[in-house]
Each structure stands twice: as C-alpha cells, then as structure tokens.
C-alpha cells in the first residue's frame, strides 16, 4: 500500500464509520480540508459543523452534543486544538465526556508552516488531565483501528495525527491492541542484550526502523518498539524492554518534557530499573523548512538515531 498521512487514513475510516453509526457527528474550526473531513461534510451535511476559527467554542458544542447522545469528532490542528487546554479539562475530561479530540499536523514533521502550526506541547498537555486517553498511529492500518476503537470507546480521547505520508510499518495481519507497546522490528539474530531499544511514536517510527536495520548490518543488535497508546501508558513492556538493553533510547515528534520520553522514564523508574534513557525530541519551538530537512536538524533521521543508539556505548 502506498504511504499515506494519517490524517488521511481517519478521514477515510470517519467515513465508513458514519455507514452505520449514525450518532457520530464531525466538528470543524475552518480546516476540514486540512484534517482530511471534507468528503464528511460533503456525504453528511445535516452531520458536519462548520464552526469557524473558534476552537473554544467548538469544544462547548460538542460536550453539549456528547450529553445528547451524540459521538462528538472535534478536528483541528493540534496546537490549535490542545492550546485551548482549560476548555478540554473541564469539558472533557473532569465530566469524562464522550468527546473525540483529533489533532492534525503533529510536530515539525509538517514542515514549511513553521512554528505556530507545530504541535509540540500537545501530549505534555493531555497526560496531565485525568480520564483522557491519547492515541498516536503510527501508520494507515494502526490508524484505521486507532479511530474505531476511538468511536467506540465511552470518554474522552486525544488522536495525534501527521500531516507528512508515513509508509506501513506494520503487516497486513496486524490487530492493533489500545495501550500497548508492540515490538515492530528485531534482528535476526535475537541477543542475551540488545545494544539498545528504541521507543518511538509517530512520525519518526519509520525512521526508527530504519536506524536499526542499518545497524544490523553492521553488527549491532536493536530492535524498535512502536508506542501508539501515551495514556494509559504500559510501563509494564517498557520495563520489559529495559531489562535487556543497555539502553532505551525513546524518540518522539514533540517537546521532550512530558511526552513519550517522559513516560519511558517514569515507567522505568517506578520499577527500580537500572537502564540509561536517551530522551530525542524538540527543545525548542522548531521553524520552517521542509518536514526532511527539519528531521534532519532535529535528529529524527535513521542515521542520527542509529548514532544515539551507539554513542559512548560501554
């Protein structure tokens, strides 16, 4: 199958979803051609709302249309969307309501736009709020399920989504399972102790899989866990992974302050685990170039994640 951007796989999945639930209900903030729900309007106008550059406001409504029965689709970019935060505890989260947060163009990997179009504070944000679950795909078939268990599922939801094509990563027989942390690639030959795992989610996945098997054929044992799931987190594989690394090295398309790599960190030191974490992630606010270039500086190229695997190694 041809790489597709995730946000593309949920708009077709909303789609085919909406055949046969006809209580899901789609919310736009004058992006839907952008968060790929455009054909939504078009097939079901009575059940699309064009709300406007007003994210706030579109939060209200679909807690209103939540308690009504209806499965609420709010879609906008993420940092627009997370960085109405106060909005989303109450509305969603303390009142645990039946809300559906979908946040596009996650991270640097959506390149030219620069800056204030980057999600990057947005998983930091959602892991502090009780009740929500936060779900990052990492390519079409994970996001396919990601969505209709999504639907399905009775509270609030965050859904983290790229805007850059990310090829398959898993097979075709792939059942995707809500927090948990599945292995997606490892050697042939299976070692007493990897040189390092690497934890990764979203955009940078691929890439991940890609440092490890340049590192294979160097000799060097590593294998990449793919973490779709942050909240709930399942700290219980990655205590796993630990203790038989010499390292985790976990890489993520976000700040490096409350995401991925802080789960990775917590977990293993809820469990008195002695394993070296290396953090990759942005430090900054990013900026405008292309999403290739970007991964390049930032060091979520194979190249550079096959560094950090390695780099002052015992």
Same mark, same amino acid.
């Given at each position: 199958?041809?790489? @597709? ?28 051609? *952008? ?182 054929? @160097? ?25 038989? *690394? ?50 390049? @500086? ?17």
């Amino acid at each position: 199958m041809a790489a @597709k951007a995730t946000r593309e796989s949920f708009g077709e999945t909303i789609l085919e979803i909406a055949e046969t639930n006809p209580n899901l209900v789609v919310l736009d903030a004058d992006l839907s051609k *952008s968060t790929m729900t455009q054909p939504f309007m078009k097939k079901y106008p009575s059940r699309h709302f064009e709300m406007g550059i007003a994210e706030q406001n579109m939060i209200g409504v679909a807690a209103g249309l939540a308690l009504s029965g209806k499965i609420p689709v709010l879609t906008s970019f993420a940092c627009f969307l997370i960085g109405r935060v106060e909005s989303i505890r109450v509305s969603a989260a303390y009142n645990q309501t039946n809300m559906k947060l979908v946040g596009t163009h996650a991270g640097i990997g959506i390149g030219e736009d620069g800056t204030s179009q980057m999600g990057l504070e947005d998983v930091a944000a959602m892991r502090a709020l009780p009740h929500m679950t936060i779900l990052q795909p990492a390519d079409h078939i994970e996001t396919q399920q990601a969505v209709r268990w999504m639907i399905e599922h009775k509270g609030p939801v965050y859904i983290r989504l790229t805007r850059q094509k990310m090829p398959d990563v898993h097979g075709p027989g792939y059942t995707w399972q809500p927090n948990k942390i599945d292995v997606i690639f490892e050697p042939a030959k299976k070692p007493a102790k990897y040189q390092a795992t690497i934890i990764a989610s979203g955009g940078p996945v691929p890439h991940a899989v890609e440092a490890a098997k340049l590192l294979e054929a @160097k000799g060097f044992s590593v294998r990449v866990a793919n973490a779709s799931t942050l909240l709930p987190f399942d700290g219980e594989t990655v205590a796993k992974l630990a203790a038989d *690394s010499q390292r985790i090295v976990a890489v993520e398309d976000h700040n490096v302050h409350g995401g991925l790599g802080s789960a990775v960190c917590e977990a293993i030191a809820e469990r008195g685990i002695s394993c070296p974490v290396v953090r990759l992630g942005l430090r900054s606010f990013g900026e405008s170039a292309t999403p290739e270039e970007l991964y390049e @500086k930032y060091g979520f190229t194979a190249p550079s994640l096959a560094e950090a695997c390695l780099k002052n190694l015992a």
